[in-house]
């Protein structure tokens, strides 16, 4: 072993045993192997940054803004609405509901997908005998199977496209992983839908009722001897601070004010609206001469109509996750209030304003509806509750589909280069304007971009230095024992391990090398085994941090982080089983051997 080997190696450990700490951010992760690389000397200085020029991290991009403007315009909506059932069984329902969040998966984004069919999802949970989780756990599943379909279907497609490009081929066209991919998804989709959804634990979703916020809405009058008159109501909440609550609206003068400025001071006849324990907000009341008041139907009405109540699931890559309600100034700076947390079906216990937030959290906020539609936009949201489907801009979406398709075609026929035909398409939604010039940017996932592009030099040293070769030459010789099938199997296997704990795009980058090596190694054709890559990085079922929609579901389903293998474990089974033959098949392992 060189040196340049064990640094190699050293390296790819320390950054796989990041990746599967959690502690820093896929894309932090990725940027410090990189740097580090560059100063043991395995990546050359002046070639640090190469990756963010690579046609794959492009191609990514700009499929992510075509994503966009297909939510935006309706076409999906349109889809949805044409293509769901209106009744039927569970499994008619869910194939249906699967099927179509497969086929959006294989031309767009995976969690834009997933995120314009959950709603549709809960909606029509119950009509099917479903609870939230049996019907969001197949359509995860089904959006992560669609995307090994086509080209830009995931990014590890696009990653081990780039690698084969490299290696000296000419890169995968668009629909080269279609016989793999759409047999995978079709086997996987008839399991999902005929058995795997009775896999599913029937848990109590954080969505609809669960909050049951009516008992925790407290309404308090300031009458004229309360002691309370005069101070502010950041001074009130300190002193009510053991009913665990936070005042969320006042009425003044029969003025209805949502989420209230905290230096607000109080007078007589202020109304002071609390998210409370009642038994404690009675006792800790008393002494600022706060009385409860009565309810007014009538006004009641008025305010609901005013001021909504809605959930939302916290994305993944959304840039709020980790912050605190302190953190991010809702009142100030939104004018909405945070009423409620819960995480895998349970309301939080602590108070809301300490409680971090994590992706796949549900969030009961109350506002204004341009308020909360602002801010849910900004902060990376989904909104839950049930929303009717339509067509509100026609044009626009026959447009963004159009453009979407021309930019498929340009690709699959080979008019140009995916990179190119999809950066057309962003040009023509940017000049369009089916994505506001504002929003273009925000469309795109910089941490993904940042890893792809920060790995990719990685794993070119480990390969250049051949440290790929030599793990390669270790596997096939004392596990595959030179089988080559059985070697294919194993790089299948430990791939889709690995991207069970691991982003996938960063599992593709470090298989890739390996998977080219083992083919040199064993003279066989080296597209079977990246084939098997492309198949493990993207098919992760066992965790909820496995894939982003994984995550996503996870606090509007009730799950558990031990839930997800009860399916994904023999839909893993189901995927290897069905993508070892028909990769054989398509891909033949003697293709190089007759030629050395």
Request: charged fraction near 15%; hydrophobic fraction near 55%.
């Amino acid at each position: 072993m060189t040196t340049d080997q064990g640094l190699s190696l050293l390296l790819i450990c320390a950054t796989v045993l990041l990746f599967l700490s959690g502690r820093l951010r896929h894309d932090i992760v990725a940027l410090s192997a990189l740097i580090a690389a560059v100063a043991v000397g395995l990546v050359p200085a002046d070639r640090a940054f190469d990756g963010f020029a690579q046609p794959a991290v492009i191609t990514v991009a700009c499929v992510l803004v075509l994503s966009r403007a297909l939510q935006v315009s309706g076409a999906v909506d349109w889809l949805a609405r044409n293509a769901l059932p209106s009744s039927g069984g569970p499994v008619r329902t869910l194939l249906t509901l699967c099927g179509l969040g497969a086929f959006l998966s294989a031309f767009m984004n995976n969690v834009g997908a997933l995120a314009l069919l959950m709603p549709v999802a809960l909606q029509i949970a119950p009509r099917a005998g479903l609870t939230a989780g049996q019907a969001l756990m197949p359509l995860a599943f089904g959006t992560v199977l669609g995307g090994t379909v086509t080209l830009i279907g995931t990014p590890p497609n696009l990653i081990v496209a780039g690698f084969r490009a490299r290696s000296g081929e000419a890169p995968f066209a668009m629909f080269d992983f279609t016989p793999v991919g759409l047999a995978v998804t079709l086997a996987g989709l008839a399991f999902i839908t005929l058995v795997g959804w009775r896999l599913v634990p029937k848990r109590q979703g954080s969505t609809g009722e669960d909050f049951d916020t009516g008992a925790y809405m407290a309404e308090l009058t300031v009458p004229p001897e309360a002691s309370a008159i005069g101070m502010t109501l950041a001074e009130i909440e300190a002193k009510l601070a053991e009913a665990g609550g936070q005042i969320v609206a006042m009425e003044r003068r029969g003025t209805w004010l949502t989420a209230p400025r905290a230096s607000r001071k109080v007078i007589e006849g202020d109304l002071l609206v609390m998210e409370a324990d009642l038994a404690t907000l009675i006792e800790a009341a008393q002494p600022l001469g706060l009385k409860l008041a009565e309810r007014d139907p009538e006004q009641e009405s008025r305010r609901n109509d005013e001021v909504l109540l809605r959930e939302y699931v916290v994305r993944p890559d959304s840039a709020l996750a980790g912050s605190t309600p302190a953190d991010l100034g809702l009142r100030s700076r939104y004018g909405i209030n945070l009423l409620a947390v819960a995480r895998s079906g349970q309301r939080a216990a602590t108070r809301l304003r300490e409680w971090r937030i994590r992706a796949g959290d549900v969030l009961l906020l109350q506002g204004q509806a341009e308020a909360l539609s602002g801010f849910s936009a900004h902060a990376g949201f989904i909104p839950l509750a049930e929303r009717d489907l339509h067509l509100p801009r026609p044009r626009q979406a026959l447009l963004a589909s159009g453009i979407m398709a021309a930019a498929v075609a340009a690709a699959a026929l080979g008019f140009a280069p995916p990179a190119i035909a999809f950066t057309c398409g962003m040009l023509a939604v940017m000049i369009t304007r089916l994505v506001p010039l504002s929003d273009v940017y925000d469309s795109i996932d910089w941490s993904v971009i940042v890893l792809l592009a920060a790995m990719m030099p990685v794993a070119d040293a480990m390969e250049s230095s051949g440290a790929a070769k030599l793990v390669a030459e270790t596997l096939m010789t004392h596990v595959a024992q030179g089988n080559a099938v059985v070697a294919l199997g194993l790089i299948l296997v430990v791939t889709m391990t690995l991207s069970d704990v691991m982003n996938n795009a960063a599992t593709a980058a470090v298989m890739c090398p390996i998977a080219l090596g083992a083919a040199s190694a064993l003279s066989v054709n080296p597209d079977a085994f990246l084939m098997a890559v492309a198949i493990g990085a993207s098919c992760s079922f066992l965790t909820p941090i496995g894939h982003q929609n994984n995550t996503l579901i996870l606090g509007p389903g009730g799950f558990r982080f031990g839930d997800y293998w009860r399916l994904g474990l023999p839909l893993e089974a189901v995927v290897a089983a069905v993508a070892i033959p028909v990769i054989l098949w398509v891909f033949p392992l003697q293709a190089v051997a007759s030629n050395p």
